[in-house]
DNA sequence: TGAAATGTTGGGGCG
DNA sequence: ACGCCCCAACATTTC
């Protein structure tokens, strides 16, 4: 049974919506292996799913942890209901491996900074829950009133191959068998296919943060000391994970503005020009073009380009971070509430780190470094297919004469820069020194005063 | 898991 | 041989 609601339905990017709809089909067709069947129903799930337990007289409901006020506000209706009905509520922890307070400092406040969080939870190693057994048998119910099947459910798109727990388990393996020893040389650059291409399953649920861990540790018992630092490299990511559904845990109120106080009233810009050309990957700037067109065309973008991009809404467009984050979400196929407001208040500098509000990428370094060869912009920005590695992540270096003979002219094919990083760098700082408004003190500098 | 500005050092060219 | 300058390379500070 799956309930889904027409509000997130239809916010969805088709790429979101299709890779949620192959992830129902392969379950639909498992389980009519099992001589089972999936129904859907469409509404909300407060009303929605007590309404189908009591229909199908179901001794229990099964579901994993959420940890956002509205989700955990959803899920205590549904349990309430269900007390009321006689059905049980059983909630799986199976959204991460620690919940927020199963790790914490030793004055038992949880951790902010995720360096010591990352220390503690490596304590922890050892009570890392198994994978649960896997399900033995099923019923095969007949549907009752309110039910429907997958194909009846309109506006999904067509499925699309890499979703489901069938794609997820191969994809598993497969990143273990041949992806996890080069990871943490590859992991940074987008234009190699070097990362696990595991988010979108955990996110959809298709398959389980144990069992993924699990896989990598056995292999990490046996392997070279080469390939055990990579391996200690993606369970550092993982603990990324652990580490904001934590911070989403512990401090609710992170998914309605900044962790930090201080940074709540900063003044954005309202520049609709702007925000349109970073969605649609025309600023002029080719590695964020090539991860916005990315997020487009595959609902997923590589992670140091996911903080090239919020680095550039923030700090060259000077955009509400919230209104990227809620971008992201809605096209992300990989969307976690608490991963993508992690990532985006670490990038705005409004989150859990000291000070790094002063962290402004270079659209230009971050290219040159992490997309050497530029094959990440050739990929999604095939007008620049033509340039030289040496220019390609800043084409407005190149004369007319040279743009011709490079097959684009920079402001017709390819768009010239919206704006200017160097000029734009500074007004981030002063806006964000300046946080705090007229009314707020001034800093002087020691040296000036003595 | 920045980047730029500023400071320091050390080697080579040169008078 | 020596000091001076230059500057690359590296380190530290600042935003």
Excluded at 29 to 45: E, I
Excluded at 161 to 184: I, N
Excluded at 316 to 340: K, M, P, T, V
Aim: aromatic fraction near 10%; charged fraction near 30%.
């Amino acid at each position: 049974m799956v309930c889904l609601r027409d509000e997130d339905r239809y916010r969805m990017a088709t790429p979101r919506r299709r890779f949620l709809r192959s992830a129902l089909t392969d379950l639909d067709a498992n389980l009519r292996r099992s001589g089972s069947r999936l129904f859907v129903r469409l509404g909300r799930p407060q009303e929605e799913i007590p309404a189908a337990a009591l229909a199908h007289r179901a001794d229990a409901v099964y579901t994993t942890g959420v940890y956002d006020t509205a989700s955990l506000e959803s899920d205590r209706r549904i349990a309430a209901s269900l007390k009321r009905q006689g059905s049980a509520w059983v909630m799986l922890k199976d959204t991460v491996l620690f919940e927020g307070k199963e790790i914490l400092a030793a004055s038992g406040m949880p951790y902010r900074v995720f360096t010591p969080y990352r220390n503690a939870w490596v304590q922890h190693r050892a009570d890392v829950p198994p994978p649960f057994p896997a399900v033995r048998s099923i019923a095969s119910p007949s549907p009752r009133v309110g039910d429907t099947t997958l194909h009846r459910v309109p506006g999904f798109g067509s499925p699309c191959e890499r979703g489901g727990e069938s794609a997820a388990s191969r994809r598993l393996k497969e990143f273990v068998r041949s992806g996890l020893d080069s990871y943490s040389r590859k992991r940074d650059l987008p234009g190699i296919d070097g990362t696990s291409r595991l988010s979108a399953h955990l996110a959809n649920g298709t398959i389980s943060i144990r069992t993924v861990y699990h896989a990598v540790r056995e292999k990490a018992d046996r392997a070279k000391t080469e390939e055990r630092k990579s391996i200690e490299v993606f369970i550092n990511e993982l603990i990324w994970r652990e580490f904001y559904y934590q911070i989403l845990a512990n401090f609710p109120f992170v998914v309605e503005g900044a962790f930090r106080e201080e940074f709540r009233r900063l003044r954005w810009s309202d520049n609709e020009e702007h925000f349109a050309a970073w969605r649609e990957g025309h600023t002029g700037y080719p590695i964020v073009d090539a991860a916005m067109r990315q997020l487009r065309i595959e609902g997923w973008m590589h992670n140091r380009a996911r903080m090239i991009v919020a680095s550039f809404l923030t700090k060259d467009l000077h955009i509400n971070w919230q209104r990227g984050e809620r971008h992201f979400f809605d096209h992300l196929i990989d969307a976690d509430i608490a991963s993508n407001n992690g990532g985006w208040q670490w990038t705005a500098g409004t989150g859990t780190d000291a000070s790094p509000w002063f962290r402004i990428f270079s659209p230009v370094l971050q290219g040159e470094r992490f997309d050497p060869d530029g094959a990440y912009v050739r990929r999604y920005v095939p007008e620049l297919a033509g340039l030289p590695s040496s220019v390609i992540h800043k084409p407005w270096v190149l004369s007319p004469g040279d743009q011709r003979a490079a097959g684009f002219a920079l402001g017709v094919e390819y768009p010239e820069r919206i704006v200017l990083h160097e000029e734009e760098r500074n007004v981030t700082l002063d806006l964000y020194r300046n946080r705090r408004g007229s009314s707020g003190r001034r800093r002087t500098n020691p040296k000036e005063v003595s």
